[in-house]
T-cell receptor
Framework: EADIYQTPRYLVIGTGKKITLECSQTMGHDKMYWYQQDPGMELHLIHYSYGVNSTEKGDLSSESTVSRIRTEHFPLTLESARPSHTSQYLC???????????FGPGTRLTVL | AQSVTQLDSHVSVSEGTPVLLRCNYSSSYSPSLFWYVQHPNKGLQLLLKYTSAATLVKGINGFEAEFKKSETSFHLTKPSAHMSDAAEYFCVVSETGGFKTIFGAGTRLFVKA
């Protein structure tokens, strides 16, 4: 079944640690996205990709980085986590004529 | 330039009564419009989409939305609220065939027993 996956679902980590949030999709989509969402707040686009070897920064400045080596995989990395990075991170992919986005379940990150 | 405004940050209804979540948009192009729902600690789920085929769009779980070009609105409705409808709802506008997608700030729906 076509789907989009994110791991881990929850992560609690100390300041200064390097972390990678995983996102994979079996939708066959070229476009993928990362959003940051604080509790009860709107979504902010932090990274997107048109396809393999394509990555762009979104509307909200972020200290994270992304890579797109395979079509189905779009990991997000924080080299040195800080408490200000505490948030929910949502991954999405889109394709087809109308480009509707399909979302993963999210990763809730807490940096102590 | 595109924009989307959800007119209510919170809406509270009683179970069994109608739901109305309001969304206005602006777009320089023929837009695609979407409504998503987000339950606590979950990702966003697509409820319905408007893509210029029909102005009244039916979605999942009994929701529907009407595209009104003259009013630049895309309000979400449901005839009878259920407790399980309590969630955050996002209105989204996208350039048809393009890349730019704008999310509204969200409307939190509360359903009282």
């Amino acid at each position: 079944e076509a789907d989009i996956y994110q791991t881990p679902r929850y992560l609690v980590i100390g300041t200064g640690k390097k972390i990678t949030l995983e996102c994979s999709q079996t939708m066959g989509h070229d476009k993928m996205y990362w959003y940051q969402q604080d509790p009860g707040m709107e979504l902010h686009l932090i990274h997107y990709s048109y396809g393999v070897n394509s990555t762009e920064k979104g509307d909200l400045s972020s200290e994270s980085t992304v890579s797109r080596i395979r079509t189905e995989h779009f990991p997000l990395t924080l080299e040195s986590a800080r408490p200000s990075h505490t948030s929910q991170y949502l991954c999405a992919s889109s394709g087809g004529r109308y480009d509707e986005q399909f979302f993963g379940p999210g990763t809730r990150l807490t940096v102590l | 330039a595109q924009s989307v405004t959800q007119l209510d940050s919170h809406v509270s209804v009683s179970e069994g009564t109608p739901v109305l979540l309001r969304c206005n948009y602006s777009s320089s192009y023929s837009p695609s419009l979407f409504w998503y729902v987000q339950h606590p600690n979950k990702g966003l789920q697509l409820l319905l989409k408007y893509t210029s085929a029909a102005t009244l769009v039916k979605g999942i779980n009994g929701f529907e939305a009407e595209f009104k070009k003259s009013e630049t609105s895309f309000h979400l409705t449901k005839p009878s609220a259920h407790m399980s409808d309590a969630a955050e709802y996002f209105c989204v506008v996208s350039e048809t065939g393009g890349f730019k997608t704008i999310f509204g700030a969200g409307t939190r729906l509360f359903v009282k027993a």
